[in-house]
């Protein structure tokens, strides 16, 4: 009987500790990713600061407030969501976090009147959204830990469709904000109609724009940076969420891990005990027949 059940041991433990590897490799590959991505989060801090400044000069040079991107609607009928999760799960928590933040601010629009609209960005969030019955206008996947700017382009390009057709009347972006390896934030930021700190200046260094002069018009000019301005922030959100998901699935790695050893371990002492059992058994039985045969003669 123990021989049988060390046998059972013995297979368990081989399992985990092939279960061991695969966790130990995937935690290594997603903190090499980290580095990357966090490279690209910052490399692209300067672009996304510089389209910002040259938006608010333009908007406090000319008459941007007309303009469908930049004019806030009186009513708010239909809010658009911007989900951006993972592809692929196997990260923690980091997929539910953005799901449940979406969900609550739809129930909580749905409380006020409004209707809803789902960008899905990531398999994670496409298959939630379209299962639980939420409006899905379209889906972005296959792309989310490596994110291009020809995609942000794309998915900037139909939320503008979106709101400059009158569909919806406000879109947010809803993402992880990557702050370090160690710490990410779900977050929700305005993205169309831009915010009103953002067209309004709001410093002494762009309060000069008005005194520029720009050819073409600043209208013009307007009308053809306020899409790339759009673009720049779903961008900025993508790659902060890819920096995420990486520094998301490397914790969680580690944890299998750091559980597959502490398994083992454990499985090590019941097997070691089961084997010492069995040893004492065969003993106790050689001594009992040894006796039994003195006993005879």
């Known amino acids: 009987m123990a021989g049988g059940q060390e046998r059972i041991l013995r297979g368990r433990i081989k ?3 092939a279960t061991k590897k695969i966790t130990r490799a995937m935690e290594l590959i997603a903190a090499s990713r980290i580095v990357k991505a966090q490279q690209r ?9 510089m389209i910002t ?17 930049l004019a ?13 999760t993972a592809d692929r799960g196997l990260c923690g928590g980091y997929n539910s976090g953005i799901m449940r933040a979406t ?16 960008i899905a960005i990531g398999r994670k969030a496409d298959g939630y959204f ?9 889906s972005f996947t296959g792309f989310t830990d490596s994110p291009t700017y020809a995609i942000a382009k794309e998915v900037g390009e139909f939320v503008t469709e979106l709101y400059a057709s009158g569909q919806v009347d406000r879109v947010e972006l809803v993402y992880t904000r990557f702050i370090s390896s160690g710490t990410q934030e779900v977050v929700q930021r305005p993205l169309v109609p831009l915010e009103s700190e953002t067209v309004a200046g709001g ?19 307007l009308e053809t940076l306020l899409p790339r301005y759009v673009e720049a922030r779903v961008y900025a959100a993508m790659l902060n969420a890819a920096a995420s998901e990486h520094a998301f699935r490397q914790r969680a790695m580690k944890s299998a891990t750091d559980n597959a050893e502490e398994l083992i371990n454990n499985l090590s002492r019941i097997m070691n005990r089961a084997r010492q059992d069995s040893i004492t058994t065969e003993i106790m039985e050689i001594v009992g027949g040894a006796e039994a045969m003195s006993s005879g003669n």
């Open 103 to 118: 969900e609550g601010e739809i129930k909580n629009d749905a409380l006020l009147g409004r209707s809803h609209t789902v």
């Open 72 to 84: 806030g609607r009186s009513e708010i009928k239909n809010v658009c969501y911007v989900a951006l």
């Open 41 to 49: 989060v910052v490399a692209a801090v300067p672009y996304s600061d």
């Open 130 to 138: 379209r299962f639980r019955g939420y409006n899905v206008a379209k």
């Open 203 to 221: 410093d002494a260094k762009n309060a000069a724009g008005a005194d520029y002069e720009f050819e073409p018009s600043p209208e013009a000019i």
């Open 53 to 69: 400044e040259v938006v608010r000069d333009l908007s406090a040079a000319g008459s941007g407030s007309s303009m469908p991107l």
């Open 15 to 17: 399992s985990v500790q």
